[in-house]
Each structure stands twice: as structure tokens, then as C-alpha cells.
């Protein structure tokens, strides 16, 4: 007799756990009554585009539904949806500005949305959690730097390398006289510049430099668009051909000396009919044996300078 009731018990127990088994596989085949989920991984409130965070889904089923953003803590920080009545299939796309009730911007973190559905008694986590990032990355580079820079195509000094890093991964961005040249397209944590001397005009065209001195300032943009405040670094030099002098004093047939600034090996010159290649540097002239006011004109890449020779 006994016997038979151990039996009896181990078929009970074994009948018992392959109903529990179907009932566990079966709920795993159950689908969930929220599909389509979509939400924004991270956004900025004080970004220059990814200012607020989209939750997407659609309902399997017919269903009374509140949705909110919870914290870390698990604390409800803003509703974004209460007690809505909806139908199967609807499609819901809230937002969050990241703002709380009463204002002000939530603490930087990773916050979550949540679901509760009345009819079905589940309430449901988003597995998309959202980063709320206020926080813009900051640029380490070399400063004060004074490059100097002849971008006239001859292969030197036609461009300015920078290198930075940076406390995020994120876009590095140069700026030039306060207007934007180059915007990485990769977000790394280091990387390098080259300026090749161009610049944007009135129109947004991209122009090449005139002589004079300009401002390079580096910045960042990181994945929650919060961009750093510009950072002056340089002051960059841009020469093409320049003369020490505008105007030169000498006696008839006298010999004067002018220095010319260039990175061109050799220049060429013209002066009242005569004309010649010399070496960069200090070129030596010979002026004309007639008084009177000429014209002194040196080439070099492309570029002209000029300088007034008095004869006297």
C-alpha cells in the first residue's frame, strides 16, 4: 500500500510541473501588448538640436494607459500621459523636455520611461533607457599658438595642424574670426585639425584668406548637441608676398636694399624696364639714373607687392 502511494505522489508531482512548465511557456509565448518602442537615447534641453527625447510604441491591444519618466531612484519625475483610454493599434509619440513640474531641468543621468496599462495590470519599463546629458564636453589643445600660413598651393606652409582632445567623444569644430570652417565628421575623444586657410564670406562661401592676422578658437559638440563655448588658441599669420617698405628714397643710379617676406625660394621683379629673378630675402637693386617717381613690383606664387622708388 505503500508503495503504490509513493508512486501516486511522484505522478502528482510530475504532472504538477508539466503544467507549471506549460504555463511558463506559455506566457514566454505570449507577445508583450506594447510593440513598435522607439525611444531618443539621449537629448539636451540647452543642445542646438536634440533638445527634448521621443517615446514611441503602439498597443497590441485595447487598453487605459498613463505613461511617465522615472530616475535612477525609481522616482516618477514627470507624466507624460494619464489614464488615456486607447485602442488597439494606436500609436503614441510623447515628449520629454526634461523639464520637471515646477520648471526646472532634471540632474543630468539615465532616467526610463514606464508604462502601466489598466486593463491588462502590468506595468511595463521601456528597454530604452534615456540619457540626459546638460553637461558640453571640454577641448584641451596648445595655446597661445602663432602659426604663420602662405596658402597659396605651393606645398609650404599652406596649411595649420591642430591637435586637441577632448573629456567626451564628441565633433571638434574650428572657428575663424568667430565663423565656422571645419566640423568633424566622427565623435572622438582626440584627433587633428588642419586649417588650409580658407575662410567664409558674407555669403557662406568658402574663399581663400587675405593677407592679415586671424583668430582660431576650437570648440565640441557631443551626442546631446551641447556645444562648449569657444576657446581662442591661435592667432594665425596669413603672408603671401610683403615688402618691409612701401617707399624708398635714393639718389641716381644709387644701389638700395629691400626685404621681402615670402616662402617662395625666388622672386621676380620689374623696375622701369628692367627686370630680374632673385634669391628670397634681401634683394638688391640698382635705381634708375633719372630722377623722377617708378613703381618697383615683386612676384612670387601668384602674388604681387609693390614699392614707391623715389629718385631724388
Given at each position: 500500500?505503500?508503495?503504490v502511494?509513493?508512486?501516486a505522489?511522484?505522478l502528482a508531482?510530475?504532472a504538477?510541473t508539466?503544467?507549471?512548465?506549460?504555463i511558463?511557456?506559455?506566457?514566454k509565448?505570449?507577445?508583450?501588448?506594447?510593440?513598435?518602442?522607439?525611444v531618443?537615447?539621449v537629448?539636451?534641453?540647452?543642445?542646438?538640436e536634440?533638445?527634448?527625447a521621443?517615446?514611441?510604441f503602439?498597443?497590441?491591444?485595447?487598453e487605459r494607459i498613463?505613461?511617465w519618466?522615472?530616475?535612477?531612484d525609481?522616482?516618477?519625475?514627470?507624466?507624460?500621459?494619464t489614464?488615456?483610454s486607447?485602442?488597439?493599434?494606436?500609436?503614441?509619440?510623447l515628449i520629454?523636455?526634461?523639464f520637471?513640474?515646477s520648471?526646472?531641468v532634471?540632474?543630468?543621468?539615465?532616467?526610463?520611461?514606464?508604462?502601466?496599462?489598466?486593463?491588462?495590470?502590468?506595468?511595463?519599463v521601456?528597454?530604452?533607457?534615456i540619457?540626459?546629458?546638460?553637461?558640453?564636453?571640454?577641448?584641451?589643445v596648445?595655446?597661445?599658438?602663432?602659426p604663420?600660413?602662405?596658402p597659396?598651393?605651393?606645398?609650404?606652409r599652406d596649411?595649420?595642424?591642430?591637435?586637441?582632445?577632448?573629456?567626451e567623444?564628441?565633433h571638434?569644430?574650428l572657428?575663424?574670426r568667430g565663423?565656422?570652417v571645419?566640423?568633424?565628421?566622427g565623435?572622438k575623444?582626440?584627433?587633428?585639425?588642419?586649417?588650409?586657410?580658407?575662410v567664409?564670406n558674407?555669403?557662406?562661401?568658402?574663399?581663400?584668406?587675405?593677407?592679415?592676422?586671424?583668430?582660431l578658437t576650437?570648440s565640441?559638440?557631443d551626442?546631446?548637441t551641447?556645444?562648449?563655448?569657444?576657446?581662442?588658441f591661435a592667432?594665425?599669420?596669413v603672408?603671401?608676398?610683403?615688402?618691409?617698405?612701401?617707399?624708398?628714397?635714393?639718389?641716381?643710379?644709387?644701389?638700395?636694399a629691400?626685404?621681402?617676406?615670402?616662402?617662395?625660394?625666388r622672386?621676380?621683379?620689374r623696375?622701369?624696364?628692367r627686370?630680374?629673378v632673385?634669391?628670397a630675402?634681401t634683394?638688391?637693386?640698382?635705381?634708375?639714373?633719372s630722377?623722377?617717381?617708378?613703381?618697383?613690383y615683386v612676384?612670387?606664387?601668384g602674388?604681387?607687392a609693390?614699392?614707391?622708388?623715389?629718385?631724388?
Open positions: 500500500m505503500a508503495r502511494l509513493s508512486t505522489v511522484v508531482l510530475l504538477a508539466a503544467v507549471a512548465f506549460a511558463t511557456e506559455g506566457a509565448l505570449d507577445k508583450s501588448p506594447i510593440a513598435g518602442t522607439d531618443d537615447p537629448f539636451s534641453p540647452a543642445g542646438t536634440k533638445r527634448v521621443h517615446v514611441r503602439r498597443l497590441r491591444t485595447p498613463s505613461v519618466i522615472r530616475n535612477s525609481g522616482q516618477n519625475v514627470r507624466q507624460l500621459l489614464n488615456r486607447a485602442r488597439r493599434g494606436t500609436r503614441f509619440n520629454w523636455d526634461g520637471s513640474p520648471g526646472t532634471q540632474p543630468g543621468g539615465t532616467y526610463e520611461p514606464v508604462v502601466k496599462l489598466g486593463r491588462s495590470h502590468r506595468t511595463i521601456l528597454p530604452s533607457p540619457v540626459l546629458d546638460t553637461k558640453p564636453p571640454t577641448v584641451t596648445k595655446h597661445p599658438q602663432y604663420l600660413l602662405s597659396d598651393g605651393d606645398g609650404r596649411s595649420f595642424r591642430i591637435h586637441y582632445t577632448l573629456s567623444p564628441a571638434a569644430i572657428a575663424v565663423r565656422r571645419l566640423f568633424t565628421k565623435q575623444t582626440a584627433g587633428e585639425l588642419v586649417w588650409d586657410g580658407r567664409k558674407s555669403q557662406g562661401q568658402f574663399v581663400k584668406a587675405k593677407p592679415g592676422r586671424y583668430l576650437i565640441a559638440q551626442r546631446a551641447n556645444v562648449s563655448k569657444g576657446f581662442p592667432i594665425a599669420q603672408r603671401y608676398l610683403t615688402l618691409a617698405r612701401k617707399r624708398v628714397v635714393v639718389r641716381p643710379g644709387g644701389r638700395f629691400l626685404r621681402v617676406s615670402t616662402d617662395a625660394p622672386v621676380n621683379w623696375l622701369h624696364g627686370s630680374g632673385q634669391r630675402g634683394l638688391h637693386f640698382r635705381a634708375p639714373r630722377t623722377g617717381v617708378f613703381q618697383l612676384y612670387a606664387g602674388h604681387a609693390k614699392c614707391t622708388v623715389v629718385v631724388a
